[in-house]
């Protein structure tokens, strides 16, 4: 176990200090930079710009400085938001969208498990075609489309949920599930397929020939191999929505970190650009990590330990 935590760690490292350093070299060398205007500013402004931000110097020199700061916890100041670091925003913006994707990927994750089950359950029934019909149109209807929808049913015609904002539990809904909406559809339907594979393996037969019923191999046996699929799908999607989503947090008005991504590159900020990217990646070794654990509990075959 811990040989393994160990070696895990040693990769996720060098992972994320790979991701970090391939962004920070390509913002510098790319055409194009945060100061760039039409009508560029005096000689003498652009060099106290450029020294004021630390990006003085050749590309190597630039990078090295970088990462010495990166090293000690320092993201630097942003190009777009004046008198404020790095840290500062997304301390700011985080939190927002790590709210509002903890709750999407609840909605996502238990109700795609429960609705893929229940579809795998009821197989060529009622509720198999309407679940994964529903799934369809879930999958099929971006989220541009969903989010206003939301907002003119439950909002302004029934008038029981807040349009816009932040601050209340309230304001969480409506975004929440707007953006677990895509995949919950592909959790249930990759549940569904799943379940319907183990349910004609061997030992799901050897089970009910025992006397136990289909509710008992269900959820002693069938669900634990089943569920598999869908905990390395659940990985990379709890990164995805815990760093936010731009389409979402702009329709329902919600100052979150997907915005700092897109504007970040709108904008030439490297910095901000730096430390989302990297915030980003973390995340996803993280769950990934989580995941690869998890598959050691539920499912014994699998060593990941050794």
């Given at each position: 176990?811990?040989?393994?935590?160990?070696?895990?760690?040693?990769?996720?490292?060098?992972?994320?200090?790979?991701?970090?350093?391939?962004?920070?070299?390509?913002?510098?060398?790319?055409?194009?930079?945060?100061?760039?205007?039409?009508?560029?500013?005096?000689?003498?402004?652009?060099?106290?710009?450029?020294?004021?931000?630390?990006?003085?110097?050749?590309?190597?020199?630039?990078?090295?400085?970088?990462?010495?700061?990166?090293?000690?916890?320092?993201?630097?100041?942003s190009f777009r938001?004046?008198?404020?670091?790095?840290?500062?925003?997304?301390?700011?913006?985080?939190?927002n969208s790590i709210?509002?994707?903890?709750?999407?990927?609840?909605?996502?994750?238990?109700?795609?498990?429960?609705?893929?089950?229940?579809?795998?359950?009821?197989?060529?029934?009622?509720?198999?075609?309407?679940?994964?019909?529903g799934a369809l149109?879930?999958?099929?209807?971006?989220?541009?489309?969903?989010?206003?929808?939301?907002?003119?049913?439950?909002?302004?015609?029934?008038?029981?949920?807040?349009?816009?904002?932040?601050?209340?539990?309230?304001?969480?809904?409506?975004?929440?599930?707007?953006?677990?909406?895509?995949?919950?559809?592909?959790?249930?339907?990759?549940?569904?397929?799943?379940?319907?594979?183990?349910?004609?393996?061997?030992?799901?037969?050897?089970?009910?020939?025992?006397?136990?019923?289909?509710?008992?191999?269900?959820?002693?046996?069938?669900?634990?191999?089943?569920?598999?699929?869908?905990?390395?799908?659940?990985?990379?999607?709890?990164?995805?929505?815990?760093?936010?989503?731009?389409?979402?947090?702009?329709?329902?008005?919600?100052?979150?970190?997907?915005?700092?991504?897109?504007?970040?590159?709108?904008?030439?900020?490297?910095?901000?650009?730096?430390?989302?990217?990297?915030?980003?990646?973390?995340?996803?070794?993280?769950?990934?990590?989580?995941?690869?654990?998890?598959?050691?509990?539920?499912?014994?075959?699998?060593?990941?330990?050794?």
């Amino acid at each position: 176990m811990l040989a393994f935590i160990f070696r895990r760690l040693l990769s996720s490292a060098l992972v994320l200090f790979c991701v970090v350093s391939v962004t920070v070299l390509l913002s510098f060398v790319m055409k194009g930079g945060p100061f760039d205007r039409e009508k560029p500013p005096p000689e003498h402004i652009q060099k106290a710009l450029l020294a004021r931000y630390k990006l003085s110097g050749t590309t190597w020199e630039r990078y090295t400085s970088y990462m010495s700061d990166l090293a000690r916890g320092d993201l630097r100041a942003s190009f777009r938001y004046r008198d404020w670091t790095v840290n500062e925003v997304l301390a700011q913006k985080m939190p927002n969208s790590i709210k509002l994707g903890a709750v999407a990927f609840v909605i996502a994750s238990v109700g795609g498990v429960l609705l893929g089950s229940l579809a795998a359950l009821k197989r060529d029934e009622l509720v198999d075609w309407s679940a994964m019909l529903g799934a369809l149109l879930l999958i099929s209807v971006p989220t541009f489309i969903t989010g206003p929808c939301l907002i003119a049913v439950f909002g302004l015609w029934l008038k029981v949920l807040p349009v816009g904002g932040w601050g209340r539990w309230e304001h969480v809904i409506l975004p929440a599930f707007c953006l677990a909406g895509p995949y919950l559809a592909y959790v249930a339907r990759l549940m569904r397929n799943s379940l319907l594979e183990v349910m004609k393996s061997e030992f799901m037969r050897t089970a009910r020939a025992k006397g136990v019923s289909d509710a008992q191999a269900l959820a002693k046996h069938a669900m634990k191999v089943a569920i598999l699929p869908v905990v390395t799908f659940l990985g990379p999607l709890a990164a995805n929505l815990l760093t936010g989503s731009m389409v979402v947090e702009t329709v329902f008005n919600i100052s979150g970190a997907g915005t700092v991504f897109v504007n970040s590159l709108q904008n030439r900020d490297y910095f901000l650009l730096v430390g989302a990217v990297a915030v980003y990646c973390a995340l996803v070794i993280l769950f990934n990590f989580i995941v690869d654990v998890l598959y050691g509990f539920l499912d014994k075959r699998i060593k990941v330990y050794g």
